[in-house]
């Protein structure tokens, strides 16, 4: 029977909906275009006639994400067994800031370019935010990697998380350190794979730090 506290458990819920929320808000609102070698008139084009009504929805779902990632950190970081003071513990909490943070901006940004009604007659901003969109995927690699690293380490550590998601959790970090020079989505996926599983083990069997659970105890007759 898991006799975890209901919010512990609610935190572990909040990274899944963290994970499906950011996967989600990448399903609409998508560009036609590819590649940053787009010209300004095209990208204002594409925002205006394609993009308009997902940006919005998009945005709406990056709000909510950025919500939960933050839940999801702070009851991650209260339940994981390791010394809060642990290089691997700094690492974990910085990478999850810095990963929730760029999710932030990215909602940001498209935030702009559905608020700007007018990019028709302003290529340069269209092309300005365009190239802030196709950047967000390297620091969001980055961020991500270091996140997963620390929570990896803390798992092969301390053996909870299981120690297969922290092996695991290094291959992941070792694609997304490779993706950083490339910037590409494809590899962030598996990254989000891997924060989904760990959200789910967070919800249905990590203990919490410290001392166990206290029961309650019949008084004697």
Same mark, same amino acid.
């Given at each position: $029977?898991?006799? %975890?506290?209901? +919010? +512990? %458990? #609610?935190?572990?819920?909040?990274? &899944?909906?963290?994970? /499906?929320? !950011?996967?989600?808000?990448?399903?609409?609102?998508?560009?036609?275009?590819?590649g940053v070698d787009q010209t300004g008139d095209a990208i204002?084009?594409?925002?205006?006639?394609?993009? +308009?009504?997902?940006?919005?929805?998009?945005? !709406?779902?990056?709000?909510?994400?950025t919500i939960s990632g933050f839940w999801f950190l702070a009851? #991650?970081?209260?339940?994981?067994?390791?010394?809060?003071?642990? *290089?691997?513990?700094?690492?974990? /909490?910085?990478?999850?800031?810095?990963?929730?943070?760029? /999710? $932030? &901006?990215?909602?940001?940004?498209?935030?702009? $370019? !559905?608020?700007?009604?007018?990019?028709?007659?302003?290529?340069?901003?269209?092309?300005?935010?365009?190239?802030?969109?196709?950047g967000a995927w390297i620091p969001m690699s980055a961020t991500?990697?270091?996140?997963?690293?620390?929570?990896?380490?803390?798992?092969?550590? +301390?053996?909870?998380?299981?120690?297969?998601?922290?092996?695991?959790?290094?291959?992941?970090?070792?694609?997304?350190? #490779?993706?950083?020079?490339?910037? $590409?989505?494809?590899?962030?996926?598996?990254?989000? /794979?891997?924060?989904?599983?760990?959200?789910?083990?967070?919800?249905? %069997?990590?203990?919490?730090?410290?001392?166990?659970?206290? %029961?309650?105890?019949? *008084?004697? &007759?």
């Amino acid at each position: $029977m898991n006799d %975890r506290p209901l +919010h +512990h %458990r #609610l935190g572990g819920v909040a990274g &899944v909906l963290f994970v /499906v929320l !950011f996967v989600a808000s990448g399903f609409v609102g998508t560009s036609e275009l590819s590649g940053v070698d787009q010209t300004g008139d095209a990208i204002a084009r594409d925002l205006v006639e394609n993009r +308009h009504d997902g940006l919005q929805v998009s945005v !709406f779902l990056l709000l909510l994400a950025t919500i939960s990632g933050f839940w999801f950190l702070a009851s #991650l970081h209260s339940q994981l067994p390791a010394d809060k003071r642990s *290089p691997e513990a700094r690492v974990a /909490v910085f990478g999850g800031i810095g990963l929730v943070i760029n /999710v $932030m &901006v990215l909602g940001v940004v498209l935030s702009a $370019m !559905f608020a700007v009604d007018s990019l028709t007659n302003d290529p340069e901003t269209a092309k300005t935010l365009w190239l802030l969109e196709q950047g967000a995927w390297i620091p969001m690699s980055a961020t991500l990697a270091t996140f997963i690293l620390g929570n990896s380490a803390s798992a092969i550590r +301390h053996g909870n998380p299981p120690r297969w998601l922290g092996w695991a959790g290094l291959l992941v970090t070792a694609v997304l350190i #490779l993706n950083t020079w490339f910037g $590409m989505g494809s590899p962030i996926v598996l990254g989000f /794979v891997w924060v989904l599983a760990l959200a789910i083990i967070v919800t249905v %069997r990590l203990p919490t730090s410290g001392s166990p659970p206290e %029961r309650s105890v019949d *008084p004697p &007759v």
